[in-house]
């Protein structure tokens, strides 16, 4: 798809399809809002897929690469603002296009973009994405960390049933394309919502905008999803570099430890395969049922003792753990200011040294 030789990641915020909302045929008008990481005057075009990216809580609603039906956009709408508020009325809408029309019937398992779009705007502000559509089975985000809305006769009220940008993409010149892959605790929960002060952001800000970085978390999601080599893995496939973290969900889901190290090195081969260079984060502390810490163990060690001989490996442990009980989650499960924080100061460096590297 040619729109990743031309656009990069300008958003830490996570985006992705976690599941689907059926709108019955009704017609909706929504928001969502993307604080911006590098400003300037660029060239900005929205991706979008109509596929679920990842196995949603226990999958009886939708599970990974589930295709939605076909729905049309009426239209869409960007601009900058200075904050996610909906009643704050700064910025001036710009119309968006598809194909050079204000329209767009969405098929199903498509992946497309939006026409370009130029927008002023400094580093923190937001964009904010007002969306019209209609149809029936159409994706979203349940546990959406960004401010989104939907308009009523009474004004904007909070909601997440709404189709979300892939990608906020935009022209600009960078070193090297970085993605960071996992769950919840990649995608931002943990912190407050609407904050980017999860470890993933953090590290990205303390990189700096010589690099684009794609937060391609999601929560619920298991390294079984990934491994499936669906929309979402052909996503992962589009930068030069990524860094992954999973295996908290795949435990506490049931998989065996074989099943997760089977998972992960699959993962580790296929984007290596699509030219990737891989740094593989262990899986991280949580609050394991008993039963799970000996496979949380397992993987960890053939992480640490194998999987490193491939690629480079970071401990998550050393970061938000204390060592002598190195499962357990002391800032949370989904690490909360202080353990994201601590986390980034530890990944930083090595994410850094890791890309110098990345030919």
């Known amino acids: ?5 031309e656009y990069v990641s300008n958003t830490l915020a996570g985006s992705a399809n ?3 909302f059926d709108l019955a045929g009704k017609t909706k008008c929504a928001r969502v ?3 911006l990481f590098a400003g300037g005057k660029l060239d900005y075009s929205l991706l979008y897929s109509n596929t679920v990216d990842s196995t949603y809580a226990d999958g009886a609603h939708s599970r990974k ?4 039906d076909e729905w049309e956009i009426l239209s869409l709408r960007v601009k900058i603002c200075t904050s996610s508020d909906p009643s704050n009325d700064d910025g001036t809408f710009f119309d968006v296009t598809f194909d050079g029309k204000p329209t767009k019937r969405v098929r199903p398992a498509e992946l497309f973009s939006t026409d ?3 927008l002023q705007a400094k580093a923190g502000e937001y964009l904010c ?3 019209t559509f209609t149809g029936n089975q159409i994706p979203c985000h349940p546990e959406l960390w960004v401010a989104s809305y939907t308009k009523t006769e009474n004004g904007f009220v909070a909601d997440k049933a709404l189709p979300v940008p892939s990608m906020v993409g935009c022209k600009r010149q960078v070193k090297k394309r970085v993605a960071f892959v996992g769950d919840s605790i990649t995608q931002g929960i943990g912190p407050a919502p609407d904050s980017y002060l999860h470890y993933a952001a953090l590290t990205a800000q303390a990189l700096g905008t010589d690099y684009s970085f794609w937060d391609l978390g999601i929560g619920f ?3 079984d999803d990934l491994a499936s080599n669906g929309v979402w893995m052909y996503k992962a496939k589009q930068v030069d570099a990524a860094c992954v973290c999973f295996g908290v969900n795949d435990l506490n889901r049931g998989f065996t430890a074989q099943q997760i190290i089977d998972n992960l090195t699959f993962i580790v081969n296929e984007l290596q395969k699509a030219g990737v260079k891989v740094l593989l984060q262990t899986v991280p502390p949580y ?3 008993p039963e799970r810490i000996e496979n949380w163990k397992t993987v960890n060690e053939y992480i640490l003792q194998t999987l490193s001989k491939t690629v480079p490996v970071f401990y998550t442990s050393l970061a938000i753990a204390n060592q002598d009980e190195p499962y357990r989650a002391i800032y949370g499960g989904h690490p909360n200011e202080q353990g994201s924080a601590l986390w980034a100061n530890a990944l930083a460096p090595v994410l850094q040294s890791f890309l110098e590297n990345v030919d």
């Not at 690469?65 to 939605?68: E, H, I, Q």
Request: charge should be negative; hydrophobic fraction near 35%; charged fraction near 20%.
């Open 33 to 35: 809002y993307y604080k």
């Open 116 to 118: 370009p779009v130029t």
């Open 287 to 289: 609050d394991y049922m």
């Open 1 to 5: 798809m040619q729109y990743f030789d």
């Open 65 to 68: 690469n589930y295709v939605c």
């Open 221 to 223: 999601a298991r390294a």
């Open 18 to 20: 976690q599941s689907f």
């Open 129 to 131: 994405v007002e969306i």
